[in-house]
């Protein structure tokens, strides 16, 4: 079951989803720095000429497994700004429907219609018809039409 949040809830919420992520960032950041230092630490042991071979492979082996680490928290990092980015695109399309609803909702004014010539010229005989057929009906104009005649 969903609860309907106020708008400073969601504001509140989204303040510390941003909190949340930069920090996540940063620590990401030293993370990434601190994986390629250990890297560039095992490549150089890997390669040095006074490094027993026995231990040249387990630096190699170390040097793989931190890149593919390396690897894994790049592609949370671009999951996540996905996320975010997704999250954004999302607020965007909820406002612009609202706006569009909203825009829909002040036009409440009657559309034009354009009739085609032969409706118009119909419609404009069988106006002059009923105009005459209420002339002749009306009492009033009976009078005057007689006074006129006589």
């Known amino acids: 079951m969903q609860v309907p949040m106020d708008e400073d809830e969601v504001g509140e919420e989204s303040e510390v989803e941003r909190s949340i992520n930069v920090w996540r960032q940063s620590e990401r950041k030293i993370m990434i720095e601190t994986v390629q230092d250990l890297?560039?630490?095992?490549?150089?042991?890997?390669?040095?000429?006074?490094?027993?071979?026995?231990?040249?492979?387990?630096?190699?082996?170390?040097?793989?497994?931190?890149i593919w680490y390396k690897d894994q928290i790049l592609k949370n990092f671009?999951?996540?700004?996905?996320?975010?980015?997704?999250?954004?695109?999302?607020?965007?399309v909820r406002e612009s429907e609202e706006r569009r609803e909203r825009e829909n909702r002040s036009r409440n004014y009657a559309t034009i219609v354009f009739r085609k010539p032969e409706e118009?010229?119909?419609?404009e005989a069988q106006n002059a018809e009923t105009s005459e057929a209420s002339k002749a009906d009306d009492p009033e104009d009976a009078k005057e039409n007689a006074l006129n005649t006589a």
């Open 39 to 66: 890297i560039q630490t095992s490549h150089k042991y890997a390669k040095s000429q006074y490094t027993p071979s026995a231990q040249r492979v387990r630096w190699t082996k170390l040097a793989g497994q931190l």
């Open 78 to 92: 671009s999951l996540e700004a996905m996320t975010i980015e997704l999250q954004a695109l999302t607020r965007r």
């Open 120 to 123: 118009r010229k119909t419609e």
